[in-house]
């Protein structure tokens, strides 16, 4: 069988070999920084807490207004972040 027949006359198929190997192709995917998928800790601006519907809840059952239910939120991410409060595990 003769060897199959080049879609170029001028280029021989023994001159693809002498042709340097392609490099790795490109990745399809740009890579970012990753994504953030942390929940916000209720804070809209700083210094302003907002509570969930369910604090809103508590602080009612608890028979406290929805003020001092957000100092005590506060005053425990404060505790929590100097170690001073753990969570049983």
């Known amino acids: 069988m003769p060897p199959p027949a080049s879609p170029d006359p001028a280029m021989p198929l023994t001159a693809a070999a002498n042709?340097?190997?392609p490099g790795p192709a490109p990745s399809p995917m740009r890579r970012g920084?990753?994504?953030s998928r942390t929940v916000p800790s209720g804070a809209v601006r700083p210094g302003?807490?907002?509570?969930?519907?369910?604090e809103?809840?508590?602080a009612r059952i608890a028979g406290v207004s929805d003020v001092e239910y957000a100092r005590g939120k506060v005053r425990l991410m404060e505790e929590k972040?100097?170690?001073r409060y753990m969570e049983p595990s």
């Not at 302003?48 to 369910?54: M, Q, T």
Request: charged share 25%.
């Open 19 to 21: 042709m340097p190997a």
């Open 81 to 83: 972040a100097r170690g």
């Open 33 to 35: 920084p990753p994504v």
């Open 56 to 58: 809103r809840e508590a």
């Open 48 to 54: 302003e807490i907002k509570l969930s519907p369910a």
